[in-house]
């Protein structure tokens, strides 16, 4: 018998992928967790039946979650990741020698538990020490922060269920206080395919929340809803585009990536034309 999973990413649309074994599966008082064995893509983790990340393709989606916003401030010493119980963002953040802190705030102590035991290459560097964990809500622990962070970065769930809040104003007013003055936010921005409304809807936020400038950029992940997704990265001043040789990694660490590179950084930040007709990007 053949076992396929499909996450339905529209009433007429949904990937399908065929897999071996359920690994986890666990209830937990914020979610449902499921790992599956799938063929082509390696272990999967699925949150509340939504893909978050599998082995095979992860890398495009945290390299470029991570690389952008850290080649756009140039020196993030103290960083909040906001989600990511997967440890995925936390790996590639351990890359840049100067980073000093990370704080990792998951609201679910089961995602990283979990994702310990099944996604070791990704949730290890949650040992190292420049790394603290707390089990909480984001907008809970951004409260007790002010002028704190150089960088806070939203890797999140799609904007359901618990994730919810992380797209509102408010959540990104209490990051805007929680940054230093030079400091940048960055989020994962749902599907130019099939979310323009929710990123038309963040770009909104994101400005009346008092940052001056926002920048759109994408990347194909192929397991994500359209194949093509999106981050939305802000900051209180222009963010200059002119990023050509912009090194801040140290050189054997740019040989070790697998999707980010110097012309991707460049890249990244050119948009198709729908995309450019459709965002209201200042
Ligand atoms: N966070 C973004 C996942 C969104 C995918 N949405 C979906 N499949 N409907 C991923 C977290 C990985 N650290």
Redesign the pocket.
């Known amino acids: 018998m053949e076992l396929w999973f499909t996450?339905k990413?529209t009433p007429g649309a949904g990937i399908t992928l065929k897999c071996s074994k359920t690994l986890y599966s666990s209830k937990t008082p914020f979610q449902q967790i499921d790992i599956l064995e799938t063929e082509e893509f390696g272990r999967m983790?699925l949150l509340d039946g939504?893909?978050?990340?599998t082995e095979r393709d992860?890398f495009i989606?945290?390299e470029m979650?991570v690389h952008p916003p850290m080649h756009f401030h140039t020196k993030a010493e103290n960083i909040l990741v906001i989600?990511?119980?997967?440890g995925?963002?936390v790996r590639e953040l351990l890359r840049y020698p100067f980073v000093k802190k990370i704080i990792l705030c998951e609201i679910d102590q089961k995602v990283v538990e979990a994702a310990k035991r099944f996604f070791p290459s990704?949730a290890n560097c949650l040992e190292d020490e420049k790394v603290e964990v707390v089990y909480q809500d984001g907008s809970a622990l951004l409260k007790g922060h002010r002028g704190d962070f150089d960088l806070i970065l939203v890797?999140?769930?799609?904007p359901i269920g618990a994730a919810k809040t992380l797209f509102t104003r408010k959540f990104y007013k209490s990051c805007k206080d929680a940054l230093r003055n030079q400091g940048l936010i960055c989020a994962?921005s749902?599907?130019p395919i099939y979310h323009l409304e929710t990123i038309n809807s963040m770009i909104g936020h994101v400005r009346e929340a008092g940052f001056g400038c926002s920048r759109l950029y994408t990347a194909p992940i192929p397991?994500?809803?359209g194949g093509f997704?999106s981050w939305l990265m802000a900051g209180q001043e222009k963010l200059n585009l002119d990023v050509k040789d912009r090194t801040v990694l140290p050189e054997h660490e740019y040989e070790k990536l697998s999707y980010f590179n110097l012309d991707i950084l460049q890249a990244a930040f050119c948009l198709p034309n729908f995309l450019k007709r459709a965002i209201k990007q200042s």
Not at 50 to 53: A, D, F, G, Q, Y
């Open positions: 996450e990413h983790l939504l893909v978050m990340t992860e989606y945290h979650l989600g990511g119980g997967d995925g963002a990704l890797d999140s769930t799609d994962q749902e599907s397991t994500y809803p997704w």
